[in-house]
C-alpha cells in the first residue's frame, strides 16, 4: 500500500519561511501533489510534481526527490491567512486518479 | 459555475437511519470521489467513479453505497447509520485525464450520528 508522513504541526511568525515535509512509500509513483485546507473549509489544490526539482508558484514552492521519496512545500513571506492545514498526495499505483493522502500538517502563524 | 456543490451542509441522524449525500459537479468531469475527513486527520477514500456508470470501492467502504447518477450527479448513501461515521464528508471531481492530481472539492457536509 501506500503511506505518507507529515509532520503534525508547524509554528512561524508572519513575513518568515517554512518548510513543510512530507516522506512516502509507494510501489508506483504517479507524482507528489500538496493541498491546503483552512478550519471549516475544503482542500483546495496548490501544487504537482511529477519529476524532481523544485515548481515555483508565487510564495509557494514544492519540491520532489523521487530517489528520496521525499518531498516539501515552501512557503514564503508568510500571511496571517496562511493558517491552515497542508496535505501532500500521492496518486494511486493503479493509475488512475485515485489520491492516498497524509494526515496534515497544521500550520500556525503568529504576528 | 458553482463548481462541486453538496447538500445538505449539516445533518444529524440517530443510530440506525439512513440518508443520501447529494453531490454535483458543472465542470463535465469524468471521475468523481467520496471522501470522509475525521478530526486531524486526512482525507480518506470511500468510494470512486472513473466515470460515468462505473463505480468502485476506495479505503473504507464499509457502511456507504454510492451512484453516479449521471455525469454531473454522485451519490453517498448510508444505509443504517453508525456513531462511527460522524464525519466530514467531501465529494470531489477531477477530469480523468487530468495531470496535475488536481481534484475539485465541494464544501462538505458535516454529519453527526447519535
Known amino acids: 500500500g501506500q503511506s505518507l508522513e507529515q509532520p503534525s504541526e508547524v509554528t512561524a511568525v508572519e513575513g518568515a519561511i517554512v518548510q513543510i515535509n512530507c516522506t512516502y512509500q509507494?510501489?508506483?509513483?504517479?507524482?507528489l501533489s500538496w493541498y491546503q485546507q483552512h478550519d471549516g473549509g475544503a482542500p483546495t489544490f496548490l501544487s504537482y510534481?511529477?519529476?524532481?526539482g523544485l515548481e515555483e508558484t508565487g510564495r509557494f514552492s514544492s519540491f520532489l526527490s523521487r530517489s528520496d521519496s521525499y518531498g516539501y512545500l515552501l512557503l514564503q513571506e508568510l500571511q496571517m491567512k496562511d493558517s491552515a492545514s497542508y496535505f501532500c498526495?500521492?496518486?494511486?499505483?493503479?493509475?488512475?486518479?485515485?489520491?492516498?493522502f497524509g494526515t496534515g500538517t497544521r500550520l500556525l502563524v503568529s504576528p | 459555475n458553482a463548481g462541486v456543490t453538496q447538500t445538505p451542509k449539516f445533518q444529524v441522524l440517530k443510530t440506525g437511519q439512513s440518508m443520501t449525500l447529494q453531490c454535483a459537479q458543472d465542470?463535465?468531469?469524468?471521475?468523481m470521489y467520496w471522501y470522509r475527513q475525521d478530526p486531524g486527520m486526512g482525507l480518506r477514500l470511500i468510494y470512486y467513479?472513473?466515470?460515468?456508470?462505473?463505480?468502485d470501492k476506495g479505503e473504507v467502504p464499509n457502511g456507504y453505497n454510492v451512484s453516479r447518477l449521471n455525469k454531473r450527479e454522485f451519490s453517498l448513501r448510508l444505509e443504517s447509520a453508525a456513531p462511527s461515521q460522524t464525519s466530514v464528508y467531501f465529494c470531489?471531481?477531477?477530469?480523468?485525464?487530468?495531470?496535475?492530481?488536481?481534484?475539485?472539492f465541494g464544501p462538505g457536509t458535516r454529519l453527526t450520528v447519535l
Open positions: 470531489a471531481s477531477s477530469p480523468s485525464a487530468g495531470v496535475n492530481n488536481e481534484q475539485f
Open positions: 509507494t510501489s508506483g509513483f504517479y507524482g
Open positions: 510534481n511529477a519529476l524532481d
Open positions: 498526495a500521492v496518486r494511486d499505483r493503479t493509475g488512475f486518479q485515485k489520491l492516498v
Open positions: 465542470m463535465n468531469h469524468n471521475s
Open positions: 467513479s472513473a466515470s460515468e456508470g462505473t463505480t
